[in-house]
């Protein structure tokens, strides 16, 4: 059975596009409850609808469970937003921030900026945890969640920078983190505005040409 991408980036074997969890329908908990499938599932709706218009009662029925059951196997709808909040931080961190641990500065930031296009691409449009920044209902825990993952961002721009120099002389680094940093958010910005995967990968491109177009020494 051929395997599918979630919005994680894990594979899926359902033989479909990736999409809400397929679970038993029921009252409590199902015989078949998978609490992964489950954040999956809670985490396209939390993505999709926005956290202030995801009631109990909805994540209940996305997740293919009784309201009483999150309560007993997530806790709070704040407990559930935080837990799926980090697991989505884990396979962004992953995917996306792993190039920036390279040792080749400018590399890095090239590979950076086009796993951040394929990111971007491949699921509802936009970054989660941005969302969550931007989203005043954000329970706090969630929200940082999502603040850990920009400051990782921010960090690791920064060591790329820094590592692209030739000059220690040189005092730009600070200034071109934050102008790729913006980039990188204005890339998720529109992503959640719509525009199209082509698009998204085009703004990568133009970045990495003016990366690549900087004086580093």
Not at 24 to 40: H, I, K, L, N, Y
Not at 59 to 82: P, Q, V, W
Not at 102 to 111: F, I, M, N, P
Not at 139 to 157: I, P, Y
């Amino acid at each position: 059975m051929a395997n599918h991408r979630s919005l994680t980036g894990e594979a899926t074997s359902d033989g479909g596009a990736p999409g809400p969890s397929r679970l038993r329908r029921g009252r409590g908990r199902p015989a078949t409850f998978d609490s992964v499938q489950a954040e999956q599932a809670a985490l396209e709706l939390l993505w999709r609808d926005g956290v202030h218009h995801s009631g109990m009662r909805a994540l209940a029925d996305a997740m293919g469970i009784g309201a009483s059951s999150i309560a007993h196997a997530f806790g709070t709808k704040g407990d559930l937003l935080a837990r799926v909040a980090e697991r989505y931080r884990l396979s962004v961190a992953a995917a996306v921030l792993g190039p920036l641990s390279e040792s080749d500065g400018q590399a890095a930031l090239e590979r950076f900026f086009m796993a951040h296009a394929r990111w971007l691409s491949s699921g509802l449009g936009g970054c989660f945890l941005l969302s969550l920044v931007e989203d005043p209902s954000t329970d706090a825990s969630a929200r940082a969640v999502a603040r850990q993952h920009l400051d990782a961002m921010r960090q690791g721009l920064a060591r790329a920078v820094s590592l692209a120099k030739k000059s220690r002389k040189s005092n730009c680094s600070e200034h071109r983190t934050s102008l790729l940093l913006l980039a990188a958010l204005g890339m998720a910005a529109a992503s959640r505005g719509g525009a199209t995967g082509n698009s998204i990968h085009s703004m990568s491109e133009a970045v990495i040409a003016e990366i690549r177009g900087w004086d580093w020494d």
